[in-house]
């Protein structure tokens, strides 16, 4: 019993040398890549095809693109999720979200097969 919990607490204290050897490694990269880099003006601007746009040109709907392509193209099925499976509880969509990640999970397994 004792070699066990002696094994357990050697497993994580390399662990926990191992974790902050990746922390202090992370800092140093951030503290490098800051003195690096330097902040620009041009991410900015909008840029499309190699042509300069001004930014009244590069106007998206107010909606996000893909709430507004699935409320015109899928209303019907929208209005019936919407209206018939949505609750608004919290633990009704964890489930819902429970659900679509056991499906994924099958079908990844069933692909990568």
């Known amino acids: 019993m004792t070699s066990l919990l002696v094994s357990v607490l050697e497993a994580a204290f390399v662990v926990l040398v191992v974790l902050v050897i990746l922390f202090i490694a992370y800092g140093l990269s951030l503290r490098a890549t800051k003195a690096v880099t330097k902040s620009s003006g041009e991410k900015r601007r909008p840029f499309a095809c190699g042509e300069l746009l001004r930014p009244s040109e590069t106007g998206v709907p107010d909606a996000s693109i893909y709430w ?17 499976v949505h609750t608004g509880i919290l633990n009704d969509w964890l489930f819902w979200m429970f659900i679509f990640m056991v499906v994924l999970v099958i079908i990844f397994v069933v692909v990568i097969k």
């Not at 507004?68 to 018939?84: E, G, H, P």
């Open 68 to 84: 507004a392509v699935w409320k015109k193209l899928f209303r019907s099925f929208y209005n019936t999720v919407r209206d018939k």
